[in-house]
Antibody
Framework: QVQLVQSGAEVKKPGASVKVSCKASGYTFTSYGINWVRQAPGQGLEWMGWISAYTGNTDYAQKFQGRVTMTTATSTSTVYMELGSLGSDDTAVYYC??????????????WGQGTTVIVSS | QSVLTQPPSASGTPGQRVTISCSGSSSNIGSNFVYWYQQLPGTAPKLLIYRNNQRPSGVPDRFSGSKSGTSASLAISGLRSEDEADYYCAAWDDRLSGWVFGGGTKLTVL
């Protein structure tokens, strides 16, 4: 079965960076892209960007451009999301979500369990 | 502020039918498919409806989706206590070139 397992919770100081991992299993890693979505406490969902696990091409939400980097490690079927210049408003649960595709239209399908990132001095 | 607009809350009694609305614009719902996600307390979102009205395998047929113009709705019939969750609509936005979500609707089963 398709499974995405994310790295554990992080506590970071303002101005620091955080790198969250998302390890995929149960499917051919390079066949699907991965989205990153975050959820601030008590808030809704916010799409951060997408990476192709086949080419490594990325598509970042304008809000995060220049501050986010998404990468893949094909040998370990792992996707990484690094967010820099952290502020308190980056405190959130960060989710990876694999594309599901129907007739060449893809959308966030299977989600990881989430990684809590707390930014605090 | 979320790009898609949902009511913050909805409620119903067991066995009832409830609907949750999602309003967008021509750049998102008006020109692309709508998706619905269910988020049970303390868990990750789960895909509930894709391509406006399709259910992934394993999702009960009590859940149905529809779309008209720049609005969409999720209907839940035969409401059950385990349906108590937050529900989010989503769509690709051509103007923003990204996925946009509604603010979420908290469903309470009375």
């Amino acid at each position: 079965q398709v499974q995405l397992v994310q790295s554990g919770a992080e506590v970071k100081k303002p101005g620091a960076s955080v790198k969250v991992s998302c390890k995929a299993s149960g499917y051919t890693f390079t066949s699907y892209g991965i989205n990153w979505v975050r959820q601030a406490p008590g808030q809704g969902l916010e799409w951060m960007g997408w990476i192709s696990a086949y080419t490594g091409n990325t598509d970042y939400a304008q809000k995060f451009q220049g501050r986010v980097t998404m990468t893949t490690a094909t040998s370990t079927s792992t996707v990484y999301m690094e967010l820099g210049s952290l502020g308190s408003d980056d405190t959130a649960v960060y989710y990876c979500a694999r594309d599901d595709c129907t007739n060449h239209i893809c959308y966030p399908g299977v989600w990881g369990q989430g990684t809590t990132v707390i930014v605090s001095s | 502020q979320s790009v898609l607009t949902q009511p913050p809350s909805a409620s119903g009694t067991p066995g009832q039918r409830v609907t949750i609305s999602c309003s967008g614009s021509s750049s998102n719902i008006g020109s692309n498919f709508v998706y619905w996600y269910q988020q049970l307390p303390g868990t990750a979102p789960k895909l509930l409806i894709y391509r406006n009205n399709q259910r992934p395998s394993g999702v009960p047929d009590r859940f149905s989706g529809s779309k008209s113009g720049t609005s969409a709705s999720l209907a839940i019939s035969g409401l059950r206590s385990e349906d108590e969750a937050d529900y989010y609509c989503a769509a690709w936005d051509d103007r923003l070139s990204g996925w946009v979500f509604g603010g979420g609707t908290k469903l309470t089963v009375l």
